[in-house]
């Protein structure tokens, strides 16, 4: 079956513009997290959203958002960009058994 | 507080040598426990997961983990190292007892990075 298809690979933004990013999960999962990773902090959890609902939420400023559509698909959005925004955004889609399988990520960066 | 450390930031080995990256959790009770990978510029793959009974769990691409309760550790180990074994390493733990699978946020370690030499 597919895997978790993230779209675009790399993005180059300027500061202060905003960005979208798109997570296709694995058909049937309906279950999607989002990760930051950076060099200094590493892998820091965003949000996590099922069945369109935001379940939980990591420590990041109200800059990042995020939403998932009724087809399972999600978005993550981050606005007035700043220097430190760059880095590598993943999702991961997870069905019923613990199994968070991520996509290979959108690369962020921020000039 | 809730943590999990990978005491090893970098680990070099020989092509065809034995591997062991380690693992240690800090957790109220046992959590879900999970090994990822991940190659240069890539997402991060799967290699094992251990959710409860046997405590060695066998993983994809020949690699294996053992879970040791007493010692709060799940140690990622392989016989013999591959030069395409060259990445980055990561443990990572999930809560248990969630009546919500998903909704609980993977806390990964700071990584592993492997290399190989010939």
């Known amino acids: 079956k597919a895997g978790v298809t993230q779209t675009p690979r790399y993005l180059i933004k300027t500061r202060g513009q905003q960005v979208t990013l798109s997570c296709s999960p694995i058909?049937?999962?309906?279950?999607v997290s989002w990760y930051q990773q950076t060099p200094g902090q590493g892998l820091q959890f965003l949000f996590e959203?099922?069945?369109?609902?935001?379940?939980n939420k990591g420590n990041f400023p109200g800059r990042f958002s995020g939403r998932q559509f009724s087809n399972s698909r999600s978005e993550m959005n981050v606005s007035t960009l700043e220097l430190g925004d760059s880095a590598l955004y993943l999702c991961?889609?997870?069905?019923?058994?613990?199994?968070?399988?991520f996509g290979s990520g959108t690369r962020l960066t921020v000039v | 507080a809730q943590s999990v450390t990978q005491p090893d930031i970098h680990i070099t080995v020989s092509e065809g040598a034995s591997l062991e990256l380690r693992c240690n959790y800090s957790?109220?009770?046992?959590?879900?426990l999970f090994w990822y990978v991940q190659s240069p510029g890539q997402g991060l793959q799967l290699l094992l997961k251990?959710?409860?009974?046997?405590?060695l769990v066998q993983g994809i691409k020949g690699f294996e983990a053992e879970f040791k309760r007493s010692q709060s550790s799940f140690n990622l180990r392989k016989p013999s190292v591959h030069w395409s074994d060259a990445a980055e390493y990561f443990c990572?733990?999930?809560?248990?007892?969630?009546?919500?699978?998903?909704?609980?946020?993977?806390?990964f370690g700071t990584g592993t990075r492997l290399t190989i030499i010939p």
């Open positions: 957790y109220g009770a046992t959590p879900y």
């Open positions: 990572a733990v999930v809560p248990r007892g969630l009546s919500n699978f998903g909704n609980e946020k993977l806390t």
């Open positions: 058909s049937g999962h309906r279950s």
């Open positions: 251990y959710f409860s009974g046997d405590t």
């Open positions: 991961a889609s997870t069905g019923g058994d613990y199994g968070y399988t």
């Open positions: 959203y099922f069945s369109e609902t935001q379940r």
